[in-house]
């Protein structure tokens, strides 16, 4: 079975990057690269429109499969080529394309080493994508792995402040937590009954997935351990308090466009990761299933949100304040996870919906607030706050639009973030209502945080100083038409998501029912 | 001898006749570059008549022992023979610039001739199916390794031939007291006869291997091999040699002596010893030498400032890799469907490890050229001076290191496999272990390339036949590891000719 449509997807931004890395030579090469490297991040946002779109919700399951029995023909270790979209993987798709696009456009004043620069942000667009469609654990694993690669560079070559100190704590941290997932996959693949890498189960092509086969198995390892190498590894890329602390120093030196991508889907696949696998696969598992450490799994969001939140609140520098905020925002997530401890299926569902739905919007929210940093950092030449005040009247629209980011953070009626928050408590909240009381105060900090940044940056009188010089300010420019194209096209989803919920919610539950047995 | 034999040696015929068409070349012209164009032509001979016995296009393929059960034109020693080929193609490129420079000039004719003859002789060596053919052709390898080692008459170069030269003297010498063991106690040299004579002798309690005539005999064997393999701790002379030689033959040394070693040290173990219980033993004996031989060559490799000496013990860890392959028999399998695992993930593993190192050590061929300096901080700010050959070497060495997507990591994730299924979990444990040791001096390396700033800023880019042949190793790397079954496939078929090997 062969679709070829998720095939093309995944791999078009890669085939495009390593060409024009090898082809474009010449005068005008720069300008080529750009228009070259964006037109295939629009294709591709195209072709993730068309894979959601496509998706057939009432026949729902696995779609669009394309399927290579034979890549690892080993008895030892039998690989698939497997990929393939349902509801919970398809809406990650389409953000993957919308973030892609807003980041290949958000680069297009990048004059440092161009050709290589669009290289791997292409190159790290194939491996987001190739996370969200893979169904073989293997490719899930290589696809996981490889996005270090492209990051790395990304943030060493372009990055500012202290890039390459930054690079190597984000590729560390990471690695040490694939480590504990590669032997994961491989304590699940010896398992007497399993030996199969398959994530999910396929009736029409006879694939029985880890799921079903993992039921009642007498693992060779015990479940607790494999459970907690995944969790590991989805912990520090989420990231979860205590291994976060490689994420603001990363986003604080990666480019701008590096963040967007960064926080608005890089974080995705370890959301999607505790979905898929610590969720899917450990239901059922003898001797320990995941609704034994739902509590726990509670209390560390609590403590993501609010650690999250309160330093977030002392933060001084735009894009750290932002960083810290993700990793409030991505505790939510947690929280919503835990909701699986419930008895009732009506609130569990609800929670791990809103976990889901927590996700999309998160990228598209702080994707969006990235990007008004960087236009902001463009024109003042500092994400200092104290140093900054009274940008309105400059820049209204870059004020505006950052107001639209703030908004959707602290979860504002009628924009996207709301949703998420409300149907995560709705879920947690009758089975742990402590834990959700205490997240509840997240949306609190959130709104400080917001509020008050957006207060001392865009509105208020401008520091005497020591602040921006008169000259900087007074040649200040608000955005034009070339920033506007991105940051429209992450606004947007923010307001039709708040305003129609059901577009991506209903997504989301069908993949989230199949999931949950 | 018949027509059957001629056919059976066929291959091997080819490559000793273009050696000595090589050398008369050379008499007849001064330039190089036809020497190396007759070399790199006159290869599509032994390739076809390989493909030939592969394939039986011109008549059935000839898979019975020839020359009076010696010699064997199995799928096994076949698919070698490919490797042993795509690796001499590449040594001649990668050598055509260096045959042709002013110092090498009056030799090249028989700098290639010499490898022609040593690839001879490592062709039969896979082949071979009895302990004295085996002996000869051992030493038909190494010979012409000493001469090439010191062919420039430096200094160094003297000193690695005379090291290479001493130590494969000794190694030598073991294996043929090894062999004199197992020729005393079964009577006979053939390796098959050797396996039933095995079978029926009586066999001690409590003893490894049954008999301590047997025990010394695999230990010496192992030993003999182990300095040709690189193995810990037979691998003193590997960083010395890959320094002091040229570096296309270091490049040729790490990857063909490797593959041939290993060929015939399976050969000897499955078909001589290829005894269940035996199979135990020796796959404990390897399981110790693989995780020593990791560990001290990428301890040791941590703390190197010059490039072809970290190399050297980066390929002494990569046999610590594959020997966890080795040591992963069928005998000790979990499941019985996963019999052939171990043997099939060496194979994979050395034919991705030939093309990851190729592409490797032609990169550093080609830098070095240029900039004259070999230590770690003349690879400084490579990006800027040559993108296409810094390219090449990050990715080779991210092979190495075994990041996903490369073949690299594939033919590690396919040995640690086998491994787990061998029931050799500790092993595997080590071996993860020593990935992330060897991360730290591989990507040192990346630093110097990517971010540290060059002293000489002057860019320059390579000659045209060392970067086909980079470009080439790169790419089979890079399809072998995105395609892991095109390579696995091959190897699958490599097993099934040698019948012991998926028996168990």
Known sequence: ?517 | MTAQDFWVLSPEIAMALLALVVISVDLVTRSMAKVSTVAFVGLVVPLILTLNLWNGWFGDPATGPALFDTFEADRFSLFFKFILLTVMAGTILASAKYIASDRMKDYGGEFVSLVLLSVTGMMILVSATELITIYVALELTALPVVALAAIHRSKQGVEAGTKFFVLSAISSALLLYGFAYIYGYTGSTNLHLIMERLAVLPTEPGVPFGSYAVLLSVIMIVAGFGFKMAVVPWQMWVPDVYQGAPTPVAAFLSVASKAAAFAVIMRIMYVAFGDANLMQDWSGLFAILAAVTMTLGNTLALSQSNIKRLLGYSTIAQAGYILVGLASVPANQVGATSAGAGPQSVLYYLAGYAFTNLAVFFAVIAITSRTNDDSIAGLNGLLKRSPLLAGLLVFGLLSLLGMPPTVGFMTKVVVFGAALNANLTWLVVIGVMNTVIAAYYYLRVIRAIVFEDAVDESQFSADKPILVAAGFAAIGAGVFGLAPFLMLDLAEKALSIVPAMITG
């Open chain 1, 1 to 517: 079975m062969f679709d070829g449509l998720l095939t093309i997807t995944v791999f078009l931004p890669a085939a495009v990057g390593l060409l024009v890395a090898i082809f474009a030579r010449g005068k005008n090469s720069d300008q080529q690269i750009r228009w070259i490297s964006i037109g295939a991040t629009v294709v591709t946002f195209v072709l993730t429109v068309m894979v959601f779109v496509g998706y057939d919700q009432d026949l729902a399951g696995v779609q669009m499969v394309d399927y290579l029995e034979r890549w690892i023909p080993i008895d030892a270790l039998r690989s698939s080529y497997l990929i393939g979209v349902d509801g919970l993987s398809a809406p990650l798709v389409l953000l993957t394309g919308i973030l892609g696009m807003a980041a290949a456009l958000g680069s297009w004043r990048i004059k440092k080493r161009l050709r290589e620069y669009f290289m791997w942000l292409l190159l790290l667009q194939t491996s987001v994508l190739g996370v969200f469609v893979s169904l073989d654990l293997m490719l899930f694993f290589i696809f996981f792995e490889f996005e270090l690669i492209p990051m790395f560079m990304l943030i060493a070559i372009w990055g500012s402040g202290r890039p390459r100190y930054s690079a190597m704590k984000f590729v560390l941290f990471t690695l040490a937590g694939g480590a504990f997932m590669l032997v994961g996959i491989l304590a699940i693949y010896v398992t007497p009954g399993v030996n199969t890498l398959a994530m999910v189960s396929i009736p029409e092509l006879g694939i029985v997935g880890i799921p079903e086969l993992i039921a009642g198995a007498d693992l060779v390892v015990p479940a607790a351990l494999i459970f907690t190498f995944f969790f590991i590894a989805f912990a520090v890329k989420l990231p979860l308090w205590p291994v976060h602390s490689w994420l603001p120093d990363a986003h604080t030196d990666a480019p701008t466009a590096v963040s967007v991508m960064l926080a608005g889907v890089l974080l995705k696949m370890a959301g999607y990761g505790l979905l898929r696998i610590s969720l899917g696969f450990f239901q059922e598992t003898k001797g320990f299933t995941i609704h034994d450490v739902a509590g726990y799994m509670a209390v560390v969001a609590a403590v993501s949100v609010i650690y999250g939140g309160i330093i977030t609140i002392r933060q001084t520098d735009m894009k750290r304040l932002i960083a810290y905020s993700s990793i409030s925002h991505m505790g939510f997530v947690m929280l919503g996870v835990a909701a699986v401890g419930s008895s009732a299926v009506e609130t569990s569902t609800a929670g791990l919906n809103g976990a889901a739905l927590q996700m999309f919007t998160h990228g598209t929210i702080t994707g969006l607030a990235f990007l008004m940093v960087g236009l902001s950092y463009d024109r003042t030449h500092t994400r200092h706050i104290p140093h900054l005040g009274g940008l309105w009247k400059k820049m209204p629209l870059i004020a505006i639009f950052f107001l639209i980011a703030g908004f959707g953070s602290l979860g504002l009626p009628a924009l996207s973030g709301f949703v998420a928050e409300i149907m995560i408590f709705l879920g947690t909240f009758s089975v742990w209502p402590w834990a959700t009381g205490v997240s509840a105060f997240g949306v609190v900090l959130a709104a400080g945080y917001t509020l008050w940044m957006v207060q001392r940056v865009f509105f208020g009188a401008r520091p005497t100083s020591p602040g921006i010089s008169d000259e900087v300010y007074d040649n200040l420019t608000d955005a034009n038409w070339v920033d506007m194209v991105p940051v429209i096209a992450l606004a947007a989803p923010i307001f039709i998501v708040g305003i129609w919920p059901s577009v991506i919610t209903d997504m989301f539950d069908i993949g989230i029912q199949a999931v949950v047995r």
